[in-house]
T-cell receptor, first 115, second 114 residues
């Protein structure tokens, strides 16, 4: 009955490095979302999975960003050649798809700092 | 260009009084609107929502009003409590909330003083 969990909670890396951020959604939730929240901003959509496939990746800023969800549960957001502008809190959310409104439950986020 | 705008970065009210948080949107395709509450170091938590076919939705101390012609919604908290102190995000969806991403405003930090 746990909520959405994200690891690590904090990640500090150097410019140019590769990072992976993990999201464990609520068990049984078929939809999974990644958002990015920069300082002073609201969450901005990155990518949405329905099951194993990316249903909408229109929010990914460039090809350095990639996300997978191979078994339809855990998802990993991957950032290559990190830049200082990638520093933000990366939020994951999941929802149980059904008719009508489907509440998105958010994890606590991973704070990424690129030095 | 922001599709969902919260023009007040902060709001301070006295305990027991009404808090009114405002939100404006530009995209007429949005048909579902939500308010999320966020405490520091936690993810946003869903608070209340409203479909575009309604103009009011109430849940306990929280009421959301939607004015489609003005593309404006507001969240009323009555009475305000110190535990309500948090950042409140307005969000919108173009899919009736059934799928797809949410578009968030920048948030309003509410401080409720005892």
């Amino acid at each position: 009955g746990a909520g959405v969990s994200q690891t690590p909670s904090n990640k500090v890396t150097e410019k140019g490095k590769y990072v992976e951020l993990r999201c464990d959604p609520i068990s049984g939730h078929t939809a999974l979302y990644w958002y990015r929240q920069s300082l002073g901003q609201g969450p901005e959509f990155l990518i949405y999975f329905q099951g194993t496939g990316a249903a909408d990746d229109s929010g990914l800023p460039n090809d350095r960003f990639f996300a997978v969800r191979p078994e339809g549960s855990v998802s990993t957001l991957k950032i290559q050649r990190t830049e200082r502008g990638d520093s933000a809190v990366y939020l994951c959310a999941s929802s149980f798809q059904r008719g009508g409104y489907n509440e998105q439950f958010f994890g606590p986020g991973t704070r990424l700092t690129v030095l | 260009d922001q599709q969902v705008k919260q023009n007040s970065p902060s709001l301070s009210v006295q305990e027991g009084r009404i808090s009114i948080l405002n939100c404006d949107y530009t995209n007429s395709m949005f048909d579902y609107f939500l308010w999320y509450k966020k405490y520091p170091a936690e993810g946003p938590t869903f608070l209340i929502s409203i479909s575009s076919i309604k103009d009011k939705n109430e849940d306990g101390r929280f009421t959301v009003f939607l004015n489609k012609s003005a593309k404006h919604l507001s969240l009323h908290i009555v009475p305000s409590q110190p535990g309500d102190s948090a950042v409140y995000f307005c969000a919108a969806s173009g899919y009736g909330g059934s799928q797809g991403n949410l578009i968030f405003g920048k948030g309003t930090k509410l401080s409720v003083k005892p």
